[in-house]
């Protein structure tokens, strides 16, 4: 009898433990999701990739169809941009926008709760089109009229469509969560000139996404319609452009490219300082060349287009609007250097992680200089070389900024470290594996190989590098695979890591790790940029917390998820049957209603 | 060792160390313009020559930053690792004079860059030379078309896949598309230029003395399932051999009377080939019913298919194991191609190849 009961009590349990994650607002735990989601389409798109170098490891590969070839290569972009770098950046701007700013929650903790499951719901809908007749295969920036229902028959492209939509629809809602929270809750005494420079970049971000996620959701909403209700926006025999949608969609895209690797620039400028254990040098540099690199980055669209017969007068102003984004760049490169120099630096994993990125992302800047040059882009274009600028920013970059976060912030979310053998083990071979992957690809592009090819021939001397590449992305795999063994290791060990492993100077390591449901118990004074370094310089000590502390938190709601649903009926409803939209309109305008009535005390 | 020599070792060390490496991709990069198809550092057009000069100025000033940033990073991190009994110098915050330096000098390089950039793109985009030779290509799903003109304007011929031109003379090309977006490259000839469907774009290039021969191209820009399959060839040939082609593939196809031909006519008529590709016999010569009227083409002109090297855009030789591989099922050639499979017995498939092997 007894076992019996405790059974049920355990089920129950069980069953309000997930009740309790499906109703949470509170921003880590929203965090933990993302993460964990984006982790996990992170590993999926990590697998398409392997197929494809897969394929292309010999000349003639038949490892994959074309078709299923072409699904993969966009499937893989559209995954890593939209369902893994960008959630994983989400992740860390939930887990650290509070614990950094000083703060309880973000501003609007349900809004924070919807854009994780319309994120969750729009990512399913985008993945699921592999098991409903087919993946978009027309790329990830999908130019028309090949996307035109008359070239793109299945309705992979719609997916594309309504997939973007909700996921950008998620990001927008988060952008601007997060741009109020940072501008309006800082602690008392953090003047915008002494925020982290990782919130800074958060900041920009948002602000990037808030105004460029409508032009591409614009340019979304007409190729569905161009699709599927016989409009003309960019089909050409009736009088549409199908140059109109590279225009709309750059003008999204490239902003989108800073989108991902900002949240990485502001991580290394929170690691190299600390494992420097010295102040970032320049920071007023660093911080106006990040908001320098937003604005610029609205008016270099065109570089993407140069081979379309822009004309000559905008290739030309496209080609110094292009050259002039390299100079704040260069600009954080020298102070990120700079911030080293006279340090006293202590080689983490995270610290491996953090200057491997400025070496990978320099030279991903160096061939962005490069095909800035249109004399030079006519031959780079859609070659592999344009490949090794992607990937040398976006994988030197942004992910390995990424993983420098993971195990530099890990103690602070989880109590635990994550084990430092194993973590320079797949440091080393993740560094080693990425170059041997892309630095050859360098040397195919200059000998021809255009990119987006399933299958090339023998003779055109492409076989050997191809090869190594290959083999580095398999090593590349492994040290994933490592990754993934020290965190589980990890997971196994008791939380005993002190609030403040790296005697780093931000607010979120002035509370217990992990941190309490409430984030601090008292909000630490703030000085300077490096306030708990300051406070420790000036004497300052933040006083115990108070006997009785009561915080007050806002409660859980589990309107955020109905009114997701109600948004993924919708979109699922525009690729199946307009009746779904209708009961998704209905169980969304129920979400609406009760999270207006609910008590958020 | 005193500190001073043990930075100065550490720095030299680091300095050699990316400098071999450097070297290593120095090789690489050179060794990609040996002998490949498609390199893109074997300029041998005024064109591609003006854009080579740039790249190779970019290639320098690239490789230098290459190693400054490198070697830096690696110097910093040796020379700044952790040591019992050094602390760090928590002092230093920022300093305005170096923010203003390493403004100036991205600025400078970038300044180097973008001058002669803007003289080379200035050349290249301008108009045409006075009485270049008129061609427009044609980007099909996944094929190219290369439609010829006289000096007025009118067409002369239509031809697939191989493009010839007489060396030393200015070409105009005009590229259009059928269907989807298209790129045209050859990257000896001419960067790369989009064929945009509802859209004139043109490229022009003049080759220089010495490089007839044949040259590479490839459509790179994604256009569907077989965009890895769409590849051409540009002969660039002496004006006598130029012109030698060219009356050949103005004079209308080839007529021959022999059997096995006839019969290929006649199951080329049958299985309907000629609602999409056109041969052009001379009315004197052919039955009525082979004299279609010319239409817009579905697939290439195959007038003087034995004319040509290759068949399905460059993918394979043309010879008999080929053609015949090709006609037993196109689609398994090419994925997604529009030509069919034509369900074709290997009897028709012979009389087929005997009469196409006869149109020179
Ligand atoms: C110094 C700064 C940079 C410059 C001057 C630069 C320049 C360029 C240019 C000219 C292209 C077009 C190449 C072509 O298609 O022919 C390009 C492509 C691209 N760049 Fe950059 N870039 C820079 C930094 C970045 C950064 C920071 C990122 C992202 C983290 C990035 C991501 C991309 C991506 C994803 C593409 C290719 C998009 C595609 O065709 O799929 N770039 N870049
Ligand atoms: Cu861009």
Not at chain 1, 194 to 211: A, D, K, N
Request: net charge negative; aromatic share 12%.
């Amino acid at each position: 009898m007894a076992t019996a009961t405790d059974g049920v009590g355990a089920v129950q349990a069980e069953q309000s433990k997930v009740w309790e994650w499906l109703t949470t607002v509170d921003h880590k735990k929203i965090g933990t999701m993302y993460g964990l989601t984006g982790f996990t389409y992170f590993l999926i798109s990590g697998l398409t990739a392997l197929a494809i170098r897969t394929q292309l490891a010999v000349p003639n590969g038949n490892v994959l169809s074309a078709e299923l070839y072409n699904q993969f290569f966009t499937m893989h972009a559209l995954m890593m941009i939209f369902m893994a770098i960008m959630p994983m950046g989400a992740s860390f701007f939930n887990f650290f926008i509070p614990l950094q700013i000083g703060a309880r929650d973000v501003a609007f903790p349900r809004l924070n709760a919807l854009s994780y499951w319309v994120f969750l719901s729009g990512s399913l809908i985008l993945f699921s089109s592999f098991f409903l007749g087919g993946a978009p295969d027309a790329g990830w920036f999908a130019y028309a009229p090949l996307t035109d229902s008359e070239y793109s028959v299945g309705s992979g492209l719609d997916f594309y469509c309504v997939g973007l939509i909700i996921l950008g629809l998620s990001s927008l809602m988060a952008s601007l969560n997060f741009a109020v929270t940072i501008l309006n809750m800082r602690a008392p005494g953090m003047t915008m000139m002494r925020l982290p420079v990782y919130m800074w970049m958060t900041l920009i971000v948002s602000f990037l996404l808030i105004l460029s996620l409508p032009i591409v959701t614009v340019a979304l909403a007409l190729l569905y319609f161009d699709r599927n209700f016989a409009t003309n926006f960019f089909t050409p025999e009736t009088g549409g452009d199908p140059i109109l949608w590279q225009h709309l969609f750059w003008l999204f895209g490239h902003p989108e490219v800073y989108v991902l690797i900002l949240p990485s620039m502001g991580i290394v400028s929170e690691v190299i300082p600390v494992f420097s254990r010295k102040p970032l040098f320049g920071y007023s540099a660093i911080v106006f060349a990040g908001a320098a690199i937003g604005v610029l980055g609205f008016g270099v669209w065109a570089h993407h287009m140069f081979t379309t017969g822009l004309g000559t007068v905008p290739t030309l102003v496209f080609t110094a609007t292009t050259m002039g984004i390299g100079v704040p760049t260069g600009v954080k490169i020298f102070n990120w250097l700079s911030t080293m120099y006279g340090g006293s630096i202590r080689f983490t994993t995270s610290m491996y992680f953090a200057v491997s990125f400025i070496a990978m992302f320099t030279i991903g800047g160096i061939s962005g200089v490069m095909h800035a040059s249109p004399a030079v882009d006519s031959q780079h274009q859609d070659t592999y070389f344009v490949v090794a600028h992607i990937h040398y920013v976006l994988f030197g970059g942004a992910i390995m900024g990424i993983f420098s976060g993971i195990f530099y912030w890990w103690p602070k979310l989880t109590g635990r470290f994550l084990s430092e053998t194993m973590g320079k083990w797949s440091f080393w071979m993740m560094f080693t594996g990425m170059n041997l992957t892309f630095f050859p690809m360098h040397f195919l592009g200059v000998s021809g190989m255009p990119r987006r090819i399933y299958t090339y021939d023998e003779g055109f001397g492409w076989d050997d590098w191809n090869m190594v590449a290959t083999m580095g992305s398999y090593l590349l795999g492994v040290s994933i695979l490592i990754f993934l063994v020290n965190v589980f290791r990890t997971m196994r060990q008791p939380a005993t890591a002190p609030d403040n492993p790296w005697d780093a100077p931000t607010l979120e390591w002035a509370t217990s790790s992990p941190p309490p449901e409430h984030d601090f118990d008292v909000i630490p004074e703030v000085h300077s940029s490096v306030p708990l370094w300051t406070n420790r310089e000036m004497g300052i000590v933040t006083p115990e917390a108070p006997e009785g502390l009561h915080i007050h938190l806002p409660p859980p709601s589990y309107m955020p998820l109905i009114l997701a649903i109600g948004v993924g009926l919708i979109a699922v409803g525009l690729l199946a049957h307009l009746a779904l939209v209708g009961i998704g309109v209905a169980i969304a305008t129920y979400g609406v209603w009760g999270w207006s009535i609910e008590p958020t005390d | 060792m005193t500190a001073r020599s043990r930075q100065i070792v550490i720095a030299v060390a680091s300095v050699v160390a990316v400098a071999f490496v450097s070297w290593l991709i120095f090789i690489a990069f050179d060794g990609a313009a040996v002998d490949k198809r498609l390199s893109t550092l074997n300029p041998l057009s005024d064109q591609t020559q003006l854009y080579h000069d740039v790249y190779v100025l970019v290639w320098w000033l690239s490789g230098i930053v290459f190693i400054v940033i490198m070697a830096a990073t690696l110097i910093l991190s040796v020379l700044y690792r952790e040591r019992p009994g050094v602390e760090s110098r928590r002092e230093i915050h920022g300093n305005t004079r170096l923010e203003i330096l390493w403004t100036i000098i991205p600025i400078v390089i970038v300044l180097i860059i973008v001058v002669p950039t803007f003289g080379a793109v200035l050349s290249v985009e301008r108009d045409a030379e006075e009485g270049a030779l008129e061609v427009t290509a044609t980007g099909h799903q996944w094929w190219f078309e290369f439609t010829y003109h006289d000096s007025d304007g009118n067409e002369l011929f239509r031809t697939a896949n191989e493009m010839h031109v007489p060396v030393e003379q200015a070409v105009n090309v005009s590229l259009v598309s059928d269907d989807v977006i298209h790129a045209f490259w050859v990257p000896a000839l001419f960067g790369k230029k989009d064929m945009v469907p509802g859209h004139n774009n043109r490229l022009w290039f003049k080759s220089k003395p010495g490089t007839e021969g044949m040259h590479y191209g490839q459509c790179v820009e994604y256009c569907g399932d077989s965009h890895a399959n769409m590849r051409f060839r540009v002969f660039v040939e002496s004006r006598a051999d130029y012109d030698a082609w060219v009356t050949n593939q103005i004079a209308t196809a080839k007529w021959s009377d022999d059997e096995l031909v006839d019969a290929g006519r006649e199951v080329f008529m049958a299985k309907a080939c000629n609602s999409c590709h056109q041969i052009e016999y001379s009315k004197s010569d052919a039955p009525d019913w082979l004299v279609p009227p010319r239409v817009a083409a579905i697939g290439p002109n195959l007038s003087h298919l034995a004319s040509r090297t290759t068949i399905a855009s460059g993918l394979l030789d043309r010879d008999e194991s080929n053609l015949r591989a090709w006609l037993k099922n196109p689609p398994g050639i090419k994925p997604g191609s529009r030509m069919p499979n034509l369900e074709l017995t290997d009897d028709e498939i012979t009389k087929l190849i005997a009469m196409l092997d006869s149109l020179e």
